[in-house]
Nanobody
Framework: VQLVESGGGVVQAGGSLRLSCATS????????IGWIRQAPGKEREGISC????????YYVDSVKGRFTISSDNAKNTVYLQMNSLKPEDTDVFFC???????????????????WGQGTQVTVSS
């Protein structure tokens, strides 16, 4: 299993970015894909996840209404569209996966065994 994130960068507050998570070795029918953020010196925080098998998705309150997760099953890729970005969204964003179902607990606990290398998002004020 391999995951590769891309799409991070520097954006002004109020702007948008779309992160991509290209996967290989992942059967989208059986795996959940999650996005997790981490600031320097802080614990990782699960923010969103999706079950590509049926498109069901979950978000934590801090990103609900601003971020949208989606999957392109033909491309084995998951996206995170991030709008209305705030300086406090500055973090390294990871995608991760495991053979589990995404749900209201998993979105927070992010109990994945397989992780990408992360992509830096910096939001300037």
């Amino acid at each position: 299993v391999q995951l590769v994130e891309s799409g991070g960068g520097v954006v002004q507050a109020g702007g948008s970015l779309r992160l991509s998570c290209a996967t290989s070795g992942v059967t989208f029918d059986d795996y959940a894909i999650g996005w997790i953020r981490q600031a320097p010196g802080k614990e990782r925080e699960g923010i969103s996840c999706i079950n590509p098998s049926d498109g069901s998705s979950y978000y934590v309150d801090s990103v609900k209404g601003r971020f949208t997760i989606s999957s392109d099953n033909a491309k084995n890729t998951v996206y995170l569209q991030m709008n209305s970005l705030k300086p406090e969204d500055t973090d390294v964003f990871f995608c991760a996966t495991d053979q589990i179902d995404c749900g209201p607990i998993v979105v927070h606990s992010a109990p994945y065994d397989y992780w990408g290398q992360g992509t830096q998002v910096t939001v300037s004020s």
